[in-house]
């Protein structure tokens, strides 16, 4: 089953989101300008589109792994609702010690749309017992 993701670009020279490969399941965001990202900066990356994502479904942005692993780039935030209509960001923090330069039209994260489920919130006053309990930070072990 395929899913229709209505895109509009706020300014021509923006590029539209793609999967880089079949079977991928993030499409590609790309940056509509050049930025420069000093490290241990946060910046807000614009993308020059607004998407129109079905209701029922969330776009997730993440890190591209290999701006992850190999120069330190981490995604903020990065949750787009369905009832958002504005320009997409991506915000970035450089978290290694290098400059990095994103010409435009470079990928800069990747959006998964995923379906969302409504959560119905229940005050109570005990949780039922589980294995693994209050068991936190390192409770499996190495």
């Known amino acids: 089953?395929?899913?229709?993701?209505?895109?509009?670009?706020?300014k021509p020279d923006a590029v539209l989101p793609s999967y880089a490969h079949q079977g991928d399941a993030g499409?590609?965001?790309?940056?509509l300008e050049s930025v420069v990202i000093a490290p241990s900066a946060r910046v807000s990356v614009s993308t020059g589109i607004a998407m129109e994502i079905p209701e029922g479904y969330v776009g997730l942005i993440w890190?591209?792994?290999?701006?992850?692993?190999?120069?330190?780039?981490?995604?903020?935030?990065?949750?787009?609702?369905?009832?958002y209509r504005g320009e997409v960001f991506v915000s970035l923090i450089n978290l290694s010690s290098e400059v990095h330069n994103f010409e435009r039209g470079h990928r800069v994260a990747q959006m998964i749309i995923q379906k969302k489920e409504n959560t119905t919130v229940e005050e109570v006053t005990e949780l039922s017992e589980s294995v693994r309990g209050e068991g936190r930070f390192g409770s499996t072990g190495k």
Do not use: P
Request: some cysteine; charged content about 25%; overall charge positive.
């Open 1 to 10: 089953m395929s899913l229709n993701l209505k895109i509009k670009k706020l």
């Open 27 to 31: 499409l590609d965001i790309f940056c």
């Open 63 to 83: 890190d591209k792994s290999g701006l992850s692993a190999k120069n330190g780039l981490k995604v903020l935030g990065g949750v787009v609702d369905s009832g």
